[in-house]
């Protein structure tokens, strides 16, 4: 059974940092590539970031671009997002996701989620 468990959200003032985890287990996580997407009230879900399974290539929404950094530990099985210069907008739930295609992470929904945690930035 493959349990992807996120962990690091909370309040942060606007211009702060945040960094989420997400453990993941029951699956082959170094043959997986990895991504973060996010839910604000209201809206879609929206992609956010992605990482390949080595880690070598990465790639951002415009939005997060230059703000937020993704990485993972193969090691540890863990896919982390160390958020920057976080603003009210990037208010929302946000979630891992597991996918067999770096390129189609965003493009089609991915094979695995999370259950999501919250990151709220006042305004």
């Known amino acids: 059974q493959v349990q992807l468990v996120e962990s690091g959200g909370g309040l942060v003032q606007a211009g702060g940092s945040l960094s989420l985890s997400c453990a993941a287990s029951?699956?082959?996580?170094?043959?997986?590539?990895m991504g973060w997407f996010r839910q604000a009230p209201g809206k879609e879900r929206e992609f956010v970031a992605a990482?390949?399974?080595?880690?070598?290539?990465?790639n951002y929404a415009d939005s997060v671009e230059g703000r937020f950094i993704i990485s993972r530990d193969n090691t540890r099985n863990t896919v982390y997002l160390q958020m920057n210069g976080l603003k009210p907008e990037d208010t929302a739930v946000y979630y891992c996701?597991?996918?067999?295609?770096?390129?189609?992470?965003?493009?089609?929904?991915?094979?695995?989620w999370g259950q999501g945690t919250q990151v709220t930035v006042p305004s």
């Open positions: 990482i390949s399974r080595s880690g070598i290539a990465t």
């Open positions: 029951g699956l082959s996580f170094s043959s997986s590539a």
């Open positions: 996701a597991a996918a067999r295609n770096f390129q189609l992470m965003g493009v089609i929904p991915p094979d695995y």
